[in-house]
């Protein structure tokens, strides 16, 4: 048996379409969803992620402003920056791209964004709502894994979740998502003894450890449903995930692949969670 494969690119263009029609009936009462991106620096990954988020929003009809700084800016200048767009009505987002150079203080730069605006999800405000389980602009690649996994009608409720990784941007806000609906969730890191023991119990497992091919067979229970967050670089410099795709797409029953499995989706929730941002602005 081998391995149904989630396409999150198909999936993102279909969310994308739902996005558009949300942003249609916006404008029709007055109001244009406004992303605000501050890059700081000149780091290549971080140019092209915000290069994509700008295209999607041009394809959306999203207005998107992109705030240039040199790598030697200052916390105060950032912050007056951010300071502004929380008082700009027409910025209902606001994203810092990370990672930001060494002397700036990330978390205090996070804490600055408006609740409201923190479209990333990264928030404390919004950390914690999502923690107790009430409405908040919930991390774009967590939300992203749902949607997959919610499309693909994979039930969640019983269902054992191993997570391999503990970040606060994947790792810690994906598990407490599976939580609130009712999946049994362990985490995994890289002081966990006996990985495969933990792993092999997984209905649904789910890789976030930045090392490529590092999910092997060996692994992963028979039928289960692997979901590969990481985005890696193999020894031929070929993007990769942090899972063997090839050889446990022949022991899975859903695998997503890298690339086009959960990267597609992280930008579409981003997407997603500006336009409710700027919906919501209206409703308060």
Known sequence: ????????????????????ENVQSLKKEGVVPGLAVILVGNNDASRTYVANKQKACKELGI?????????????????????????NKDIHGILVQLPLPKHLDEDEIIDAISPMK?????????????????????????????VMLEDHGISLSGKHVVIVGRSNIVGKPLGQML????????????????????????DILIAAVGKANFITPDYVKNGAVVIDVGINRNEEGKLCGDVAYHQVKEIASYITPVPGGVGPMTITMLMYNTVKAARKAIER
Do not use: W
């Open 63 to 87: 207005y998107s402003e992109l705030i240039t700084f040199d790598a030697t800016v200052t916390q105060d200048v950032l912050l007056s920056k951010i300071h502004a767009l929380n008082e």
């Open 179 to 202: 939580l609130n609906q009712d999946a049994t969730v362990t985490y995994c890191h890289s002081k966990t003894h006996d990985l495969a023991s933990f792993t092999k119990q997984a």
């Open 1 to 20: 048996m081998e391995a149904q494969t989630i396409n999150g690119k198909e999936l993102s263009i279909k969310k994308r379409v739902e996005i558009q």
């Open 118 to 146: 923190d479209v990333d999800g990264f928030h404390p405000i919004n950390v914690g709502k999502m923690v107790i389980g009430q409405d908040a602009l919930m991390p774009c690649t967590p939300s992203g894994v749902m």
